[in-house]
Every structure is written in structure tokens, then in C-alpha cells.
């Protein structure tokens, strides 16, 4: 069975970064899009960014354009949210999701999703 489980998450200061890791028990995840999702306490999920199964494709949502960066490990076997310049804001449980493998890529939103991890905490305070 496919499972995804994200790691990397914890308590960090306003301006400090984090990196988040995406992997798959048993697999790796070439040849699936990956994304990530935030939800903060009282508001729905949104999109934080996605990365298309062959890396050509990447999108940010406004609000980390330029602070986040997705990236895919060299052996496949994980993705990457690297996460700078951290503003309270950001303070949320953090989703890794995919689908694939070898699916056009899909828009970057929850519902072009099939697999979710089960989230990791990032709070973001002094």
C-alpha cells in the first residue's frame, strides 16, 4: 500500500527556516507529483506548493513565492519544502500529498490529489 508521511516539522523563530521532508514507506516517489498543503487552526486547507512528477512544473501559492522552494531528492526517494524567512503566518499543519505515477500534471489543489500523509506541525512564534 502507497503511504506518504511527511517529517521536519517543530517550533522555529519569525525569520528562521525549516525544512519539511515528503517520502513513501516501501516506494520511492519518482514519477509522482507532489504537494504541499498547509491548515491553520479555524481555516480550511489551502495549497502551499507542487512539484510535477518529472520536475519540470513547480508552483508556489503568493504567500511563499520566493520563502518556499519544492525540491525532489536526487534518489527520488523524497520531497523537499524548504522553508525560509518564516513569518508567524505560517504557523499550520503541513500536508504532503501525491498522485501518479506518471499523471499529467494537475492542477495545485487538494481535490487533484489521491495520497496524504498525515501532517506535521510548524509553528512559528518567539
Known amino acids: 500500500q502507497f503511504n506518504i508521511a511527511e517529517s521536519g516539522g517543530g517550533l522555529v523563530q519569525p525569520g528562521g527556516s525549516l525544512r519539511l521532508s515528503c517520502a513513501a514507506s516501501?516506494?520511492?516517489?519518482?514519477?509522482?507529483?507532489i504537494g504541499w498543503f498547509r491548515q491553520a487552526p479555524g481555516k480550511e486547507r489551502e495549497e502551499v506548493s507542487c512539484?510535477?512528477?518529472?520536475?519540470?512544473?513547480?508552483k508556489y501559492a503568493d504567500s511563499v513565492q520566493g520563502r518556499f522552494t519544492i525540491s525532489r531528492a536526487d534518489d527520488k526517494t523524497a520531497v523537499y519544502l524548504q522553508m525560509t524567512s518564516l513569518k508567524p503566518e505560517d504557523t499550520a499543519v503541513y500536508y504532503c500529498?501525491?498522485?501518479?505515477?506518471?499523471?499529467?500534471?494537475?492542477?495545485?489543489?487538494?481535490?487533484?490529489?489521491?495520497?496524504w500523509g498525515q501532517g506535521t506541525q510548524v509553528t512559528v512564534a518567539s
Open positions: 516501501g516506494f520511492t516517489l519518482d514519477y509522482y507529483s
Open positions: 512539484l510535477s512528477y518529472n520536475g519540470r512544473s513547480a
Open positions: 500529498a501525491a498522485y501518479g505515477p506518471g499523471v499529467i500534471f494537475r492542477p495545485c489543489v487538494s481535490t487533484s490529489f489521491d495520497y
